[in-house]
């Protein structure tokens, strides 16, 4: 009884032991990968949104009511 006791606590410190260890990897770093994928996630937009933005700000008609505004401003000081 005591030689069954004993191995039944030995398997369950080991276990402990590994559960620990999980525990001990999971909460060390929990995001590091997330943050990576996410910071790139907002590069990809951040450059999309600044390509869509230079393409707005070439076209004519956008560079004349930019200019008329500019020419506005600058009439009234």
Not at 25 to 36: R, V
């Amino acid at each position: 009884m005591r030689q069954r006791a004993a191995e039944l606590r030995e398997r369950a410190m080991r276990r402990i032991c590994v559960l620990d260890a999980r525990m001990r990897t999971l909460t060390e770093e929990p995001e590091e990968g997330a943050a990576t994928a996410e910071y790139a996630v907002v590069l990809v937009a951040a450059t999309g949104f600044a390509a869509l933005l230079v393409t707005l700000l070439k076209s004519g008609t956008v560079k004349n009511l930019l200019t008329d505004i500019v020419k506005q401003a600058l009439s009234v000081a």
